[in-house]
């Protein structure tokens, strides 16, 4: 009895954790750089200190410059020009 128990908790655990995954990742409908709007604007800030200039551009032309600029399996992109 406890066996059973302990297999459909497990199941009901597994499902939920999938349905859940696919709800926020593939569920969405709108990924990458085509799921953002061609007219939003973002500020982007220099990091460096000595710096600190600051700009407004397009947020699909920041993302798509972080992907050209990043290294393979690098989690961040690095900083802009």
């Not at 000595?50 to 961040?76: H, I, K, L, N």
């Amino acid at each position: 009895m406890n066996k059973n128990l302990a297999y459909s908790i497990t199941s009901i655990c597994l499902l939920l954790a999938a349905f859940f995954i696919y709800r926020f990742t593939a569920g969405t409908g709108s990924a990458g750089l085509s799921g953002i709007d061609a007219d939003s604007k973002i500020w982007v800030k220099c990091k460096n200190t000595t710096c600190e200039a600051a700009r407004e551009m397009g947020e699909r032309d920041f993302y798509a410059a972080v992907q050209e600029s990043a290294a393979p399996g690098q989690r961040s992109g690095p900083g802009l020009p």
